[in-house]
C-alpha cells in the first residue's frame, strides 16, 4: 500500500483558493487517488477522486502531475464551512481497495 | 448517492459489557466494509476488513476475540466490542465499498458511533 505524507496543517482566510498536496512516492501503477473530508464526530465524506492529470467536480479539483508521484487538492474560495481535516489516500480502485488513513492535514479557515 | 447507515451513533456502557454496532449499506450492496477507531484529534485507524460470508481480516495489533465481526448480508456487518473497558472507548467508524459511474472503487463512510464505557 502507498503510503502518503501531507502537510499536518493549514490556514487560510475566507474567499481564498486552498491548495493541499500530498506526496505518494511509491504509487502502484492500479492505484487511484482519493480525497476525503472529515468535520469533527463525523465520518469522512468522499471529495474527488482521480488517477491522472486533472478532475474537477462541482466542489474541487485535483491535479495529478504526470509522474503520479503527488497530487494537489484544490478547493476554490474557501468558506469557514471548509474547516475540516483533508485525507489523501492511494489505493487499488479496480479491485479491493483497503484504505491505509495518513494523518492528513487539518485546514482552519479564518474568516 | 450511496448512503451508509451506522447505528448507535453513541453508547455509554459499564465496563464487562459487550456493545453491538451496526453498519449498513442503504441502497447498494457491499461485499466489502472496513472497521475503523479513531481517537481525539487522530487520523483513522483500520482495524479489519469486513467480507460478506467470510471472516474478517484484522489488522496487525487488533484482537479479533475482543473485536468480533460479522458480515451475514450484502447490506450489514456488525462489530461487537467484547467485554468492553474504558480503554477501548472510542469514535468506530465503519466504510462500505462501492464502485462509481465509471466502475472505480469508492468508500462511503458511516457517521461514526462513539462508544464510552464507564
Known amino acids: ?111 | 448517492g450511496a448512503v451508509v447507515s451506522q447505528h448507535p451513533s453513541w453508547v455509554i456502557c459499564k465496563s464487562g459489557t459487550s456493545v453491538k454496532i451496526e453498519c449498513r449499506s442503504l441502497d447498494f450492496q457491499a461485499t466489502t466494509m472496513f472497521w475503523y477507531r479513531q481517537f481525539p484529534k487522530q487520523s483513522l485507524m483500520l482495524m479489519a476488513t469486513s467480507n460478506e460470508g467470510s471472516k474478517a481480516t484484522y489488522e496487525q495489533g487488533v484482537e479479533k476475540d475482543k473485536f468480533l465481526i460479522n458480515h451475514a448480508s450484502l447490506t450489514l456487518s456488525t462489530l461487537t466490542v467484547t467485554s468492553a473497558h474504558p480503554e477501548d472507548s472510542s469514535f468506530y467508524i465503519c466504510s462500505a465499498q462501492n464502485r462509481d459511474r465509471a466502475g472505480a472503487n469508492v468508500l462511503t463512510f458511516g457517521a461514526g458511533s462513539r462508544l464510552t464505557v464507564l
Not at chain 1, 17 to 29: D, F, L, Q, R
Not at chain 1, 83 to 104: D, N, Q, R, S
Request: charged share 15%.
Open chain 1, 1 to 111: 500500500l502507498a503510503k502518503t505524507t501531507q502537510p499536518i496543517s493549514m490556514d487560510s482566510y475566507e474567499g481564498q483558493e486552498v491548495n493541499i498536496t500530498c506526496s505518494h512516492n511509491n504509487i502502484a501503477t492500479n492505484d487511484y487517488i482519493t480525497w476525503y473530508q472529515q468535520f469533527p464526530s463525523q465520518g469522512p465524506r468522499f471529495i474527488i477522486q482521480g488517477y491522472k492529470t486533472k478532475v474537477t467536480n462541482e466542489v474541487a479539483s485535483l491535479f495529478i502531475p504526470a509522474d503520479r508521484k503527488s497530487s494537489t487538492l484544490s478547493l476554490p474560495r474557501v468558506s469557514l464551512s471548509d474547516t475540516a481535516v483533508y485525507y489523501c489516500l492511494v489505493g487499488e480502485a479496480t479491485g479491493g481497495f483497503k484504505t491505509i488513513f495518513g494523518a492528513g492535514t487539518r485546514l482552519f479557515v479564518k474568516a
